[in-house]
């Protein structure tokens, strides 16, 4: 039996091409067949006309409208299994996720939403501005939650219109600045130990130090112990219940960790970052683990869920840690954790050694110079070639 994936892209290449390479050299996998993969291409459909593919993998979507709507067809009509469901993609704006999150009791910093600094472009604005609109001191609503605070978009997306606000001064040009966006003001938490970014993949995450103020090549720190086992298990815990909850099974969430508290500050990326030259050394974990999700998904005939069955979540209570743990088996239930690790041990099991052994090739390093060649100009190509090369060399070591 031949299982058809689909990828559903933008303007990525580096990892989408990797994805193809390792899916074809798995081979057949006995008692569930082959597979192969393609990319999407966006034309006409018919409501009633049946797909080929069994998974899309689908990166467009959140803003491209039209293979948004191809998307809830072949989920609604078909069952074609999504890693992310387009049902709640405006989930992915952020604000919903907050609002979920805070009342599953996690600790999200105080956020506040105002209103456009713009009004936006609609002929009825003014005269339900004028009717309705509240006035409201601005300065007031940032003394309240205290300075310094965050000022970012409620729809987020790669830290667009994120300002550090310190002082009022700075409140105001930032919110002048705003424009037609649509702003939150949430809390800092100043002082904290360590900033961490977990990738989940299906059922597996991975948890990375993460330095924002570093340029994008050197924001993952190869760092295995930045995090307590604790702290690190928590981390993994909440991105897990996001995603469950969500049904994503393809984001990323961001935590701040202060003494002992986790706090989640975003988790609701339609996108996440999984370029070779931002994961470096990771990039192969990301790559083979969507491989095998995909697969997992495809051979066991996982369905697509629309019914979020969030009354299961918001009927857990307790204390933090009770409900932590509860959330954890609610979101291990959604993925079919045991079932994945087992299908994953019984059928998977090559698949390490054909990941180590493309990535140490010179089929992988082409790709690694083709993505450094499209990425920066001339003049950085050997310096960042190396840098890459080297992050990856660490790889194959650690992993042989």
Known sequence: ??????????????????????????????????????????????????????????????????????????????????????????????????????????????????????????????????RYNQP???????????????????????????????????????????????????????????????????AETMVMRFRPEEPMHARYAVDHGF?????????????????????????????????AGVHPIDYANACPDVALTSLHYYFPWAIKTLVKWCVFCVATRRRPRIDLETHDYFAVTGTYEERLAEYRKLADRYFETERYDEFCQTHLGHLDDVVLEWVAGPEFDRLLVDTVKTTYPENEHDQFVEHFRGLLRLWVKDQG
């Open 1 to 130: 039996m031949r299982h058809l994936i689909g990828l559903l892209l933008g303007t990525e290449e580096d990892w989408p091409s990797a994805f193809e390479t390792v899916l074809r050299r798995l081979g057949p996998i006995k008692g569930v067949g082959e597979f192969d993969v393609e990319r999407v291409t966006i034309e006409p459909f018919d409501l009633r006309a049946e797909p080929r593919h069994a998974l899309v993998i689908d990166r467009l979507a959140y803003w491209y409208y039209h293979p948004r709507e191809w998307l809830k067809k072949i989920s609604m009509m078909d069952d074609v299994y999504l890693l992310n469901s387009p049902f709640t993609f405006q989930s992915m704006e952020k604000h919903a996720a907050y609002c979920a999150m805070m009342r599953l009791g996690l600790k999200v910093p105080e956020t506040v939403l105002v209103p456009y600094k713009n009004p936006p472009d609609n002929a009825r604005y003014a005269y339900t501005a004028a």
């Open 136 to 202: 409201f001191d601005l300065d007031e609503v940032a003394e309240r939650i205290g300075y310094p605070l965050f000022m970012k978009p409620y729809d987020g997306g790669a830290w667009r219109g994120v300002s550090l606000v310190r002082d009022k001064d700075e409140l105001h040009r930032a919110y002048d600045a705003s424009g037609e966006m649509l702003m939150h003001l949430q809390q800092a938490i100043q002082g904290y130990d360590a900033f961490a970014r977990s990738l989940s993949i299906g």
């Open 227 to 259: 995090l307590s086992p604790a702290a690190g298990e928590e981390v993994v815990t909440i991105g897990r219940l996001v995603n469950a909850f969500f049904r994503w099974e393809f984001n990323s969430c961001e935590t701040l960790i202060k003494g």
